[in-house]
């Protein structure tokens, strides 16, 4: 598969991954958005995150605990951003998530902007939706 987290995992690719497992690991972003901004990812292959199933993602919540652990002993905070689909912003199609550790006066504001007027209607109907999705 034509994947570049697909190739990192298996070594084809040089990453600077920091922290392994038998189900993930963990590499510096390489493009940061701060000191230590890390992709933490299953090495099985996953689109989105809906695709897995919850004892893959308990095996990667593993993994992001205690890379959390790492980073919050080094950091002031840490932001943690996983995007699914190109309309989210996703970029590589392979299930990743975003560590971002924060530092005092790094001027960041990571957030999504509350400028959408979200009508109440429109969040009935989505919880009407919901209903009728198998999950
Ligand atoms: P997305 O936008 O899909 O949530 O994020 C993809 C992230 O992967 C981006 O922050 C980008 O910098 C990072 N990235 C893409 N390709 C590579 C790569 O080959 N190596 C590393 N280390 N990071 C990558
Ligand atoms: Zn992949």
Redesign the pocket.
Known sequence: MDC?FCK?VNKE?P??IYYEDDHAIA?????PANVGHT?VIPKKHFETIDKMNKIELDKLSEAILKISKGIMGIADGMNIVQ?NKEVA????PHV?F?LVPRYKGDGYSLGWKREKRVTKEENDDFLKKLKEVKI
């Open positions: 570049i990192i690719v990453a600077e590499f510096l972003d390489m493009n992709l995007n912003g996703q970029a590589v990743h975003h």
